[in-house]
């Protein structure tokens, strides 16, 4: 589903600071399976799945995605695959302060033009799903951690995209919450979603959900 070659990319280039993050990725993700990317801060994790998710683009190779190139694509093109191809759960989950659980799931489906009542059901039922149904007011400012990551999750859902990224899902829960995070892992991989994660969190990455574990360090793949 998803394939890259020879995937370098670099920061700051032509600079004195310039930093090089991955140095020549070869890697392919199966369609409908959870691969988590593991390895200690500074690995590449990151930026590795903000180029598979199309958030950035490689300095050096190709990212394939459905068999079509998307490396090279004009912006509107790569965002309109975005949008609707992909979900993301960020790491420290970049929520809107001052705006409800609901507005923020609803956000990143406006620009598709879809009729506002039919967006809002839609949210609506999938904060049901995840049991947040009864906080979808509250602003998420006032929301727990655990609730907080609910609503990230809800919102990288809202366009029905058919691969989810998170970014170290876990990093700022605790044990509890972290094994309620497994738990609605467990239910994208019923809906048949491809999941791609980074972690090393051993709950997650040594989880029974979790079918292939790719180490990184240094921004190489091990």
């Known amino acids: 589903m998803i394939e890259l070659q020879g995937v370098r990319k670099a920061f700051n280039q032509g600079r004195p600071n310039e930093f090089w993050a991955l140095h020549g990725i070869d890697l392919a993700i199966e369609a409908g399976r959870v691969t988590a990317l593991r390895g200690p801060s500074g690995s590449g994790k990151t930026t590795l799945l903000t180029i598979i998710g199309g958030l950035a683009r490689p300095t050096q190779g190709r990212?394939?995605?459905k068999e079509q190139d998307i490396s090279g694509l004009?912006?509107?093109?790569?965002?309109?695959?975005?949008?609707?191809s992909f979900g993301f759960v960020f790491q420290k989950f970049n929520l809107i302060r001052g705006m409800s659980a609901l507005e923020n799931v609803m956000l990143?489906?406006?620009?598709n033009g879809e009729p506002y009542k039919a967006l809002r059901e839609r949210a609506e039922r999938i904060l049901d799903q995840i049991k947040l149904g009864h906080r979808r007011d509250a602003r998420v400012e006032w929301l727990s951690g655990g609730e907080q990551q609910r609503v990230a999750i809800a919102r990288a859902l809202i366009n029905d995209p058919e691969v989810v990224i998170a970014d170290e899902?876990?990093?700022?829960?605790?044990?509890?919450?972290?094994?309620?995070?497994m738990g609605i892992l467990e239910s994208l991989i019923s809906q048949g979603r491809t999941v791609l994660l980074s972690?090393?969190?051993?709950?997650?990455?040594?989880?029974?959900l979790v079918q292939r574990v790719v180490d990184m360090r240094d921004g190489r793949i091990l």
Request: no cysteine; proline share 12%; charged share 25%.
């Open 108 to 111: 990143p489906a406006y620009p």
């Open 74 to 84: 004009p912006e509107r093109f790569l965002t309109g695959i975005r949008r609707k």
């Open 199 to 208: 972690s090393h969190d051993p709950l997650v990455v040594d989880s029974s």
């Open 169 to 181: 899902p876990t990093a700022n829960l605790d044990s509890a919450l972290a094994i309620e995070f």
């Open 63 to 65: 990212v394939r995605f």
